[in-house]
Nanobody, 119 residues
Framework: QVQLVESGGGLVQAGGSLRLSCAAS????????MGWYRQAPGKQRELVAA???????NYADSVKGRFTISRDNAKNTVYLQMNSLKPEDTAVYYC?????????????WGQGTQVTVSS
């Protein structure tokens, strides 16, 4: 089992910045990919950014050039630096990770942190 705890959400004006953190605990030795998803009211959850254990990254087109994902494997923590925030970035942001045990892959989710961008 892996537990994920997010922090860093809040209210910010358009054009501002926030940094989200997600700390993993429990059986962290099998974690490979980590990432951030978001869900706005009335919309489906969508991938924002992901990072592999080797550091390869993937971003949604809507955040490229504004958001940066990084991870500290020693601390089992993934970060999302969000710059030039827009009102449309308002959502609940969820941390996610995948863990391989044998041939089975497990997905874990954090509880979510609210990000609100005012215009």
């Amino acid at each position: 089992q892996v537990q994920l705890v997010e922090s860093g959400g809040g209210l910010v004006q358009a054009g501002g910045s926030l940094r989200l953190s997600c700390a993993a605990s429990g059986s962290t030795f099998n974690i490979n990919d980590m990432g951030w998803y978001r869900q706005a009211p009335g919309k489906q959850r969508e991938l924002v950014a992901a990072i592999s254990s080797g550091g390869s990254t993937n971003y949604a087109d809507s955040v490229k050039g504004r958001f940066t994902i990084s991870r500290d494997n020693a601390k089992n923590t993934v970060y999302l630096q969000m710059n030039s925030l827009k009102p449309e970035d308002t959502a609940v942001y969820y941390c996610n990770c995948h863990s391989m045990i044998g041939l089975r892959e497990y997905a874990y989710w954090g509880q979510g942190t609210q990000v609100t961008v005012s215009s």
